[in-house]
Each structure stands twice: as C-alpha cells, then as structure tokens.
C-alpha cells in the first residue's frame, strides 16, 4: 500500500483559477476506484504504486487536454514495507 501526493498547476490559461482543474482529477480518480483526500493544495490517493502511478499519469494528461498551455504536476509517494496502514489510520496517529 502506498499513498501519492498529487497537485496539478496549470500554466498559460486564461484565470488565475484552476479548480476546474482539480474537480476534472478528482473524477480521474474517483474513476479509478481508489481511495482518495482532497486537501487544500493537493490531493493523497491511497492504492497500489503501479496504479497510483496509471491514475498521476491520467490526471497529468487531462490537465494537458483541458487547454492549458503548459502543466506542472507535483507527486510525492509514501510507500511502507514495515506494516500495513491507510489514511485514516495515518491521520489518527497524528491527532492521537
């Protein structure tokens, strides 16, 4: 199990705004079936790394089909060996 920190930054559109951006990812991952958080400034999918990695992938190339003349797209990755573990376990371990 693993978890990936995605947040995509259009450049060259023409509105300061990129929610629409970010809706358009959230229904690529909600595709996908997998287990998600949006935050503020990114999005944490929980998955497999090889499917993790499929849905970043699809949600960079959406970003670039929407008309943007240039996409950024920021992923950090979180991967245990040690034991097993979720979101919402990740979270409770901190508020705890």
Same mark, same amino acid.
């Given at each position: 199990?693993?978890?990936?920190?995605?947040?995509?930054?259009?450049?060259?559109?023409?509105?300061?705004?990129?929610?629409?951006?970010?809706?358009?990812?959230?229904?690529?991952?909600?595709?996908?079936?997998? &287990?998600?958080?949006?935050?503020?400034?990114?999005?944490?999918?929980?998955?497999?790394?090889? &499917?993790?990695?499929?849905?970043?992938?699809?949600?960079?190339?959406?970003?670039?089909?929407?008309?943007?003349?240039?996409?950024?797209?920021?992923?950090?990755?979180?991967?245990?060996?040690?034991?097993?573990?979720?979101? &919402?376990?990740?979270?409770?371990?901190?508020?705890?």
């Amino acid at each position: 199990m693993a978890f990936l920190e995605i947040s995509v930054a259009p450049v060259g559109t023409n509105t300061p705004s990129f929610s629409s951006y970010v809706s358009q990812a959230v229904e690529v991952v909600q595709q996908s079936g997998l &287990q998600y958080q949006v935050t503020p400034t990114a999005t944490v999918i929980e998955g497999d790394l090889n &499917q993790l990695m499929d849905v970043a992938k699809q949600i960079h190339q959406k970003a670039m089909s929407a008309g943007a003349n240039r996409v950024i797209t920021h992923i950090s990755i979180d991967e245990r060996n040690d034991k097993s573990t979720n979101m &919402q376990q990740q979270v409770q371990s901190v508020q705890q």
